[in-house]
């Protein structure tokens, strides 16, 4: 195979982004469908895109054979169904996170990727910022010592989306907002989680309380690493003030920061002795670079026929850490996971 032929299944934000990546700037890779269930949709994404097929079927795109590999970037209900589906078929699978609504969902998709022997790549693109990858090697290398804590938190502008608000069906701001920053957490601490324990609460939108009383949009999650380091991973939806996706990694002899709250280099001093500098606005602008990274990664894993970046098993562990913390939330208590 000398390029791949790709079809988004979801055209929302995410979806599209890596549709604009696979369009022109992946070596080997050709995008050549959309798929959405609203026909105005898929119709108005594919002509941005400059392609002449659609679909408002996931079910068709199974079926066509010119097609070697899908996007899955719609609602997680849905991520099993249409990645066994397409494993089955013999197609390549990149899914966004989370990987699915639980872990058995996520073996199902494991054990057809395995089965049919097809790629199956989750998307935690912050894996491939380029200071994510310096952190990880300077760790490696030993540049601040034996890792003692590692913290990632996540805090969105936006207001929830009504499916949102209920728990069983977004798994909550764990789930939707923090799925990177458990995986970040596992990532540099080279280590799975052994015990955890989440505090939550509904501070911004308390118009819903009533109707969704499970709801929080603001979460703190202590965890203990089965290597003996420690961790935090914070959450927050609707903080209005901008995107802001920090990670501290706390070593014994330095630190290592990551990120920055700040979307440009330039501060404004004023005559009434203000200072001004602007936020960073949105997600999609902070991790451009590494959404672009990772899709090249994923075109390059079918190519040269060799393991994913970021696997079923990295997907399914961030799944199964949602959970946990959920079941904290809801009993107040330590949750020690098998």
């Known amino acids: 195979m000398n390029e791949v032929k790709l079809c988004l299944i979801g055209s929302g934000r995410a979806g599209m982004i890596h549709a604009r990546n696979f369009v022109g700037s992946v070596p080997g890779a050709a995008m050549v469908a959309v798929c959405d269930p609203i026909e105005e949709t898929a119709k108005c994404a594919s002509k941005e895109l400059g392609l002449d097929r659609y679909y408002t079927d996931y079910k068709d795109v199974i079926s066509d054979k010119t097609i070697d590999a899908v996007i899955i970037a719609c609602p ?13 078929a013999g197609k390549h699978i990149f899914c966004e996170k989370p990987m699915a609504m639980n872990e058995k969902e996520c073996d199902e998709m494991i054990q057809a990727a395995e089965k049919n022997q097809v790629k199956l790549q989750i998307g935690f693109m912050r894996r491939f910022d380029e200071s994510f990858q310096e952190a990880k090697k300077m760790i490696q290398d030993g540049a601040i010592g034996d890792i003692v804590s590692v913290k990632s938190h996540t805090r969105g502008p936006s207001k929830p989306r009504e499916w949102m608000y209920d728990i069983s069906v977004s798994n909550g701001p764990l789930g939707e907002v923090c799925s990177h920053d458990i995986d970040t957490v596992r990532w540099f601490s080279n280590s799975e989680i052994k015990s955890l324990y989440a505090i939550a609460g509904n501070y911004r939108n308390k118009e819903i309380a009533k109707q969704y009383p499970d709801f929080y949009d603001n979460v ?14 914070e959450g927050a939806q609707y903080v209005q003030y901008g995107y802001d996706a920090r990670v501290e990694i706390l070593g014994t002899e330095g630190i290592i920061c990551l990120g920055d709250i700040h979307e440009k280099k330039i501060l404004t001093c004023t005559k009434n002795h203000s200072m001004e500098r602007p936020t960073m606005h949105s997600w999609t602008y902070l991790f451009k670079d590494a959404y672009l990274r990772e899709d090249t990664s994923f075109i390059n894993a079918i190519l040269e026929d060799r393991e994913v970046e970021c696997s079923g098993l990295d997907g399914k562990m961030a799944v199964k850490i949602v959970k946990a913390g959920n079941q904290s939330i809801k009993e107040k208590g330590i949750v020690y996971l098998s």
């Not at 997680?76 to 089955?88: D, G, L, R, S, Y």
Request: cysteine-free; overall charge negative.
């Open 220 to 233: 703190i999650m202590s965890v203990e690493f089965e290597n003996g380091m420690q961790g935090v991973v």
């Open 76 to 88: 997680t209900k849905f991520h099993k169904e249409i990645a066994v589906a397409a494993a089955n």
